[in-house]
């Protein structure tokens, strides 16, 4: 169950497309952003933005206890949790839990400031936390906008077409979880061929189900058929959504998937989504002491369940249109929240998730182009090291769109350069170019040039930035157009990873056992 959802009622990647002809190939060769071997995770180089001081902090901090102690957080429909906050020493009162100042803050010091996250393929690990940065594709929309150009619901297909993707893509580095909901398989079962189509599909860290605690078992049972139990109980295999019910709120489905994830030591994205005026304060300082308030208690709680077990702080923040309701995206207020939180969450040593490519428009156009460009920036300096929603996020969270996956992972592979900083190498410092072209002349011939040219700049496998006259002869093509049939040469490129075919079959027996222990149920 994703942010959107629940509020809106081996190495080796792919080979390089067969489809992939005439100049839109050749301008994919030369960008090197087609499929291909992954990039690895960020390690930032570029420091990180901050807008409040010291005093701004403290006094967030000490508001955010006011809400714990004072109002309250409420864990409804879940005697074990408030069982379980009694004994640790909280004031429970019916379903409202108050935290004595610093409860919180002292359970959280069992939680792991960093760790890493295993992906089935070694070479494909992430680590999470400290100066990282990890990509993860749009999660939760039940339409898709297809290569068509249809808005249709999302299917099984297009789940693991959007997998595929997300393993092709080089920038990406998760294949995510519920990139899409495939609508065709029931409710109850579907959880199954989603985690089996992140394991089968993709050999990049995925993420489990939490739209059950049965479902959440499924995701961990499933992952020890491939990792083995051991591995599974010490280390992270799978991170998991786990968001509170805003205001101030979290609920007997994301309490229950905690606990089942926690008990096994995977990692819980405990985050808030917040629209601001609607589920939180209108101003950035209100929003920001009540992220605190829920991220405290929630990420906490995971600690009375297993110590150590990994946690983030995670937000989801968006404002609202005051005169339709509606959420707007890649507006400031949000992007206050955003490096706000990062700073809350680095004071508190917990590894932090916000951000992602996120917009209001409904096809790929200039909107969404703005307002996810606004929303990843800000995502990349805020100092983010767990990025859902990094591609393929349209209409508010609506849409998983094929088109648009393929221009957000192009901008993915640009803040991937961003972040890697200033080159203050002997190369990078260029002493023996600047000797040998002296004054007056041009650096375009020059030896330096000639070494670093093809990876001097990053470049775009969809920008056009060739004459007017070389676009009219190649057609005239906007990069919605370009990025379909970048999307489909993918597709058409696509090779499985290897999978242990006793795996496999011990997947699929799985599957088969607990979708036949049960009857289909659509709602």
């Known amino acids: 169950m994703d942010d959107l959802t629940r509020e809106t009622d081996s190495a080796g990647g792919g080979r390089r497309g067969r489809g992939e002809r005439g100049a839109a190939g050749r301008r994919a060769a030369r960008a090197g952003s087609g499929p291909g071997p992954s990039l690895p995770y960020i390690t930032r180089k570029i420091g990180v933005y901050e807008v409040l001081d010291e005093e701004g902090l403290a006094l967030i901090e000490r508001n955010a206890d006011t809400v714990l102690e004072e109002i309250g957080i409420e864990f409804r429909d879940d005697a074990e949790a408030l069982d379980l906050w009694a004994k640790a020493g909280a004031d429970v009162k019916g379903q409202r839990v108050h935290f004595p100042k ?52 999302a299917t099984i297909e297009d789940f693991r077409n959007f997998v595929k993707l997300a393993y092709m893509a080089p920038s990406m580095h998760s294949s995510g979880g519920t990139v899409c909901e495939p609508v065709d398989v029931p409710v109850n079962k579907r959880h199954l061929d989603m985690v089996y189509s992140h394991i089968k599909y993709s050999d990049k860290p995925f993420m489990g189900s939490v739209t059950a605690p049965e479902r959440a078992e499924d995701t961990i049972a499933m992952a020890k058929i491939v990792f083995g139990d051991e591995f599974v109980e010490n280390n992270c295999v799978t991170l998991n959504l786990i968001n509170a019910n805003s205001p101030m709120v979290f609920d007997e489905t994301m309490l229950g998937a905690l606990k089942v994830y926690a008990r096994h030591n995977q990692a819980s994205v405990v985050s808030p989504f917040i629209l601001s005026g609607a589920m939180s304060p209108v101003t950035v300082a209100g929003t920001l002491t009540q992220i605190l308030a829920e991220v405290l208690a929630g990420a906490s709680f995971t600690q009375l369940i297993r110590k150590g077990s990994p946690v983030l702080f995670g937000t989801f923040a968006a404002s609202i249109s005051m005169q339709s309701g509606a959420p707007t995206f890649g507006t400031p207020e949000p992007s206050l929240v955003s490096y706000g939180a990062a700073q809350l969450a680095r004071r508190l040593g917990l590894p932090f998730r916000t951000g992602g490519s996120l917009c209001g428009s409904k096809v ?22 767990f990025v859902l929603h990094a591609a393929g996020w349209l209409e508010g969270g609506l849409v998983s769109s094929y088109e648009k996956f393929m221009i957000d992972q192009d901008q993915l592979g640009m ?51 060739n004459s007017f006259e070389q676009w009219e002869i190649e057609g005239e093509k906007r990069i919605e157009e370009r990025a379909n049939a970048l999307c489909r040469s993918w597709l058409d490129a696509y090779e499985a990873p290897p999978l242990d075919p006793a795996i496999d079959e011990a997947l699929n027996a799985y599957i088969k056992a607990r979708k036949d222990s049960m009857p289909d149920a659509f709602t």
């Open 364 to 385: 790929p156009d200039a909107q969404a182009a703005h307002e996810s460009a606004n929303t990843l920036n800000t995502t990349l300096l805020a100092g983010t090291n």
């Open 415 to 465: 803040m991937q350069k961003m972040a890697a900083g200033v080159d203050l190498s002997e190369e990078g410092q260029a002493m023996d170019a600047i000797r040998e072209v002296g004054p007056g002349s041009h650096y375009l011939g020059c030896s330096h040039t000639q070494a670093h040219f093809q990876t001097a700049f990053y470049r775009s496998a969809l920008m056009d930035n």
């Open 102 to 153: 610093g409860l919180c803050r002292e359970l959280l010091k069992t939680a792991p400031k960093e760790f890493t996250w295993h992906a089935r393929n070694p070479a494909r690990s992430v680590h999470i936390g400290g100066n990282a940065t990890v990509f993860a594709p749009v999660y939760g929309p039940p339409f898709v906008r297809d290569l068509e150009g249809k808005r249709r619901y």
